[in-house]
């Protein structure tokens, strides 16, 4: 039990210790910032950092999240070293732990760029969107609200697809004995709409394997489960891209097996945790992943350009 002392000194104590961060390459100040090395994992410090690249002459700071220095070792192994992922999951519910929004980093004109790099269109649910308006006279954001078209949205179709999926994972890692590295809370973030796929129909399987055995309500956590990097190849647009497969990583049917003689024994469901917690879901935070995975936005001065209507 936490002593209330801390609450009544103004402590929330809400923020998720998260240590690292697991991503897809790392941006690269030759390709003005963009992810570049996509075909290995890089484990990075969950804060941000200054990072500047060059712009029409000019130094730009674009951010990034640096390398972690305790995973040195596995940063600097060969490629084919780095393309798999072993992990638990240690959170109860899938809400908990898989986290899936819509978000658009720019959308052009007559749209303005935000100016902290945040993304200018954003929906949690896919049926209400967020877009950024630009800043009032007295300086505060104006962000517009609408029904979002999801699938038909003109941002979402192939010859202007500027709304991606924004995904979070967090977990335990897992490593082999002789890799002496350390295992902080850990959160994936990813931006490919066949790695949301492939996590999700993961979970999916896992929920109609507990009811398969007889379990209305169960835990995930424990959940063993491996994270494997790909290269998948689209002929017609003559390019390669990353896709990460998720897949349990050992008996299923024992993992549940176990927590049904656990239930027997207690008579009880399980407490099942709330949902995620709130500071993990702060704006900053989640705008950082996104700056993260994405090339990088420099944002233009929003009193060059009137502000658009809503719609």
């Known amino acids: 039990m936490i002593p209330q002392t801390y609450e009544t000194l103004g402590l929330k104590g809400d923020r998720v210790p998260v240590g690292a961060v697991l991503r897809i390459g790392r941006k690269m100040a030759q390709h003005s910032g963009a ?19 060059q712009r029409r002459g ?3 700071d674009v951010g990034q999240r640096a390398p972690h220095p305790d995973f040195a070792a596995f940063n600097s192994a060969p490629p084919e070293h780095r393309r798999v992922i072993r992990g638990n999951i ?51 954001e104006m962000w517009g609200e609408g029904p ?3 699938r038909l949205c003109e941002y979402r179709q192939s010859t202007n697809l500027k709304c991606k999926p924004l995904c979070r994972l967090w977990f335990l890692p897992r490593w082999e004995r002789d890799k002496y ?20 129909g993961l979970f999916n399987h896992v929920d109609e394997q507990a009811r398969s055995f007889g379990l209305g309500q169960y835990s995930l956590f424990g959940l063993p489960f491996i994270l494997n990097l790909s290269q998948k190849t689209d002929r017609r647009k003559g390019r390669v891209y990353p896709v990460v497969t998720m897949t349990t ?32 879901n702060k704006a900053d935070i989640i705008d950082a992943d996104a700056a993260e995975i994405l090339p990088p936005v420099v944002p233009r001065s929003t009193t060059e350009r009137g502000v658009p209507k809503n719609g």
Not at 181 to 193: F, H
Not at 259 to 278: K, V
């Open 58 to 60: 000019k130094k730009v």
């Open 35 to 53: 992810p570049g090395e996509r075909d290995r994992f890089y484990i990075v410090e969950p804060i941000e950092s200054p990072f500047e690249i």
């Open 249 to 280: 990583d050992g008996d299923l049917v024992a993992f549940f097996r176990r927590q049904r003689l656990a239930l027997d024994d207690a008579g009880t469901a399980p407490q099942i945790a709330g949902a995620l917690e709130a500071a993990e």
């Open 148 to 150: 979002c078209p999801n």
């Open 181 to 200: 590295l350390p295992q902080p809370l850990m959160r994936y973030v990813t931006s490919s709409w066949n790695t949301a796929e492939n996590i999700t």
């Open 90 to 140: 240690v959170h109860h519910r899938v809400v908990d732990c898989w986290q899936v929004r819509l978000s658009a980093q720019v959308l052009g004109q007559p749209f303005p760029t935000h100016p902290n790099r945040r993304p200018g269109c954003y929906s949690e649910d896919g049926k209400t969107y967020k877009r950024y308006l630009g800043d009032s006279e007295t300086g505060e």
